[in-house]
T-cell receptor, first 113, second 113 residues
């Protein structure tokens, strides 16, 4: 019940295209959903996060879509660039649990020229 | 610049040896975390600490130990009881107030000699 399932495992997108990564969760007590971006040999960095009281959040080319009834959320990267090539992790946490994060298994994104 | 410093970047362990990974933060964050990252498995929580002199086990604490004697420091010891220690270890911290993001260091890669 604590799992967050992420797909796809890997993704190849052409420059200028839209990258879409999906996550699903079971525990309805989760109430904070961040996305992290990780480059090789580096730690993850927060990209964007959403609370379940909104259905969408946009920051620049990055958008989170949230479907509370389906218990799914997704990351959309518009106008994907080669510099976006990285591994992306979705995560979830719940109030009262010391901000512990449960991570998805990651998606390796490659943006080709 | 505020941040999280992990050292060393690479570490090699001999059979039967305990090794300690360092994590220091100057962000004045309350909570600190240790994660283990293996290919295809995302990040899994080893230990976390919300305040000085207190810490809790995460999902995969067996074979690991921690201490939190100072707010800014949260070292992780990988003991000889951890039979499969080869992984990328990540330290994170966050303000323990509401939905604050976790900030990560750049990790320590531990290998077996």
């Amino acid at each position: 019940q604590q799992q967050v399932k992420q797909s796809p495992q890997s993704l190849i997108v052409q420059k200028g295209g839209i990258s879409i990564i999906n996550c699903a969760y079971e525990n309805t007590a989760f109430d904070y959903f961040p996305w992290y971006q990780q480059f090789p040999g580096k730690g993850p960095a927060l990209l964007i996060a959403i609370r379940p009281d909104v259905s969408e959040k946009k920051e620049g080319r990055f958008t989170i879509s949230f479907n509370k009834s389906a218990k799914q959320f997704s990351l959309h990267i518009m106008d994907s660039q080669p510099g976006d090539s990285a591994t992306y992790f979705c995560a979830a946490s719940m109030t009262g649990t010391a901000s512990k994060l449960t991570f998805g298994t990651g998606t390796r994104l490659q943006v080709t020229l | 610049d505020g941040g999280i410093t992990q050292s060393p970047k690479y570490l090699f362990r001999k059979e039967g040896q305990n090794v300690t990974l360092s994590c220091e933060q100057n962000l004045n964050h309350d909570a600190m975390y240790w994660y283990r990252q293996d290919p295809g498995q995302g990040l899994r929580l080893i230990y976390y600490s919300q305040i000085v002199n207190d810490f809790q086990k995460g999902d995969i604490a067996e074979g690991y130990s921690v201490s939190r004697e100072k707010k800014e420091s949260f070292p992780l010891t990988v003991t000889s009881a951890q039979k499969n220690p080869t992984a990328f270890y990540l330290c994170a911290s966050t303000l323990y107030q509401g939905f604050q993001p976790q900030h990560f260091g750049d990790g320590t890669r531990l290998s077996i000699l």
